[in-house]
């Protein structure tokens, strides 16, 4: 949300798990939702248009332009961790409802049916993603879910009043940046590049545009400077040499972490990526290294600690110290981990804070080679989730990466059988098929029998091979092809060829049936 190769912790990271909304000690929540949290957001005073098709939407468009309002579009799931921490510390937030009476909200849930055409209209992927279009109807920018909620709200207001989308100020900025005031540097800097989706960014990546915007960006806007400084580091290749202004950077970066106030404001990035920043910064082994590790470690020490901040948040403090630490340092941080988790699976009633924390707290443990206490809150956990198949996906992780097969296949297994909702189902069910062809590759006909399921539940779902549906597909084809590299199965690929065959041929022309028809075949027949 790149953090393991099985299947659950891949879905962590596309979930990001690094952002989480943070809840301010000041603003008390309007609402609690119940242990089982609903799959909805928690209305809470919001009036959300609830959108699955393309007409509802339209319909939306059409109210927010006769009422003069922009349009806020929020693209989450029941499952996902950080679209259930929005729901915990920013949608129940009295200054957001309040907020949003200037703006028409619409929720598009992933799983629901034809919801998927609309990821592909709106170009949105990872959950969660918030858009904001003007009266016009053009998208201004995008927002990023994983920063403070009240900077959350500070954006969002910057975008409400935003006189150019964001793809304009960029524009302009790397023109030299003439008529371009502070709020414009502070939109594109707390713009959300991670789902931008190529909206501004090319195949390349947002490592060389953020680098190039951090340096255009004038002393007068410090704060947007900075932001972009740190996520440009933090996209820095990771095999690459240290950045060639290294030394410039090291001290900027040096000073904020020693800022109390500075490094808070930004511990989305310092807890997500520390790792990265120091590796941007400093060459392994060199005399940089030490100073700058400690640094980092006494700011993220004081961010862990830090009772206004969000859990989630905490918890990724505490991840980014122990992804830090020397082996010698590991036991000590493990106790702190240890009695973090038990702290907050004893404090924690809401259940969309749950299920944004208890999965975050349990990858922590993971991390810290604490399996077996990983493990054990999962399970403890399952029965308190209102999607126990996410914590069922982190049990696999954690069993394979033991070396305990049985339990790993058992656990994705029943991960695939309780996941809900159309789109879950096919990436569950990719996950599953993952999962047989890496620990039980000689089980054909248990492959052969998960792949034919998931193109009959395909079959039955209007927009299966749109947006997250349709990669879903592709990647059981991929799964296939790299298991049966020689053609030892191509008999049973061919029958599940000739199923999807028969699914292809009741769609309409189109990009829908062009992923259908090549979602089995090489990629260069596709």
């Not at 030299?176 to 990546?205: C, P």
């Not at 990724?316 to 240890?338: D, F, I, N, T």
């Not at 399952?382 to 696999?396: F, G």
Request: glycine share 6%.
């Amino acid at each position: 949300m790149d953090r393991a190769a099985s299947f659950a912790l891949a879905l962590i990271a596309a979930a990001a798990l690094a952002a989480c909304s943070k809840q301010e000690a000041a603003q008390a929540p309007t609402s609690t939702a119940p242990t089982a949290a609903k799959s909805a957001p928690n209305d809470g005073g919001i009036d959300w248009v609830r959108a699955a098709a393309d007409a509802e939407v339209d319909a939306a468009f059409v109210r927010a332009k006769a009422e003069g309002k922009p349009v806020f579009v929020y693209w989450g799931a029941k499952w996902c961790p950080p679209c259930n921490q929005l729901q915990a510390t920013l949608f129940n937030r009295q200054d957001f409802i309040e907020r949003s009476r200037a703006f028409v909200a619409v929720y598009v849930d992933g799983d629901k049916p034809g919801a998927q055409k609309l990821g592909t209209r709106f170009a949105v992927r990872g959950y969660p993603t918030t858009v904001v279009f003007g009266r016009d109807g053009r998208e201004l920018t995008r927002l990023p879910g994983e920063v403070d909620a009240q900077q959350y709200n500070e954006v969002l207001a910057l975008a409400l009043t935003a006189q150019r989308p964001a793809k304009e100020l960029l524009a302009a900025a790397r023109a030299g940046g003439q008529g371009l005031g502070d709020a414009d540097w502070r939109l594109l800097a707390w713009y959300s590049w991670e789902t931008d989706q190529q909206q501004l960014v090319g195949k390349e990546g947002p490592g060389p545009l953020l680098r190039e915007l951090a340096q255009a960006c004038p002393p007068s806007s410090a704060d947007a400077a900075m932001r972009l400084r740190l996520k440009a580091l933090a996209a820095q290749d990771a095999q690459a040499s240290p950045v060639a202004d290294a030394v410039e950077q090291r001290a900027a970066v040096t000073a904020l972490l020693a800022d109390a106030a500075q490094s808070r404001r930004h511990v989305d990035v310092l807890a997500g990526s520390a790792k990265e920043i120091v590796a941007a910064l400093s060459a392994a082994d060199s005399p940089e290294r030490g100073p700058l590790v400690k640094g980092f470690d006494a700011a993220l020490a004081r961010l862990q600690a830090d009772g206004g901040l969000s859990r989630a948040d905490r918890v990724m403090a505490l991840v980014a110290r122990v992804k830090l630490s020397a082996p010698e340092k590991l036991p000590a941080l493990q106790v702190e981990l240890r009695e973090m988790a038990s702290r907050f699976d004893r404090e924690i009633t809401d259940g969309y804070e749950r299920q944004a924390v208890i999965t975050t707290v349990a990858w922590a443990l993971e991390q810290a080679s604490l399996l077996a206490e990983s493990d054990a809150l999962l399970q403890a956990n399952l029965a308190r989730s209102h999607s126990p198949y996410y914590l069922m996906s982190q049990l696999s992780a954690n069993a394979k990466k033991r070396g305990d097969t049985a339990a790993a296949l058992d656990w994705s297994a029943q991960a695939f059988a309780k996941s809900e909702g159309a789109a879950t189902r096919l990436q569950w069910g990719a996950g599953y098929l993952r999962t047989l062809v890496e620990l039980a590759p000689k089980d054909a006909a248990r492959i052969e029998a998960t792949a034919a399921a998931l193109i009959d539940e395909a079959a039955a779902q209007p927009d299966a091979f749109e947006a997250r549906s349709g990669r879903s597909m592709q990647r059981i084809g991929t799964l296939l092809r790299d298991w049966d590299p020689v053609g030892e199965h191509a008999a049973m690929r061919q029958r599940l060829q000739q199923r999807l065959d028969a699914v292809c041929a009741k769609l309409p022309s189109g990009e829908s049936r062009s992923v259908c028809e090549g979602a089995l075949r090489p990629a260069a027949t596709t």
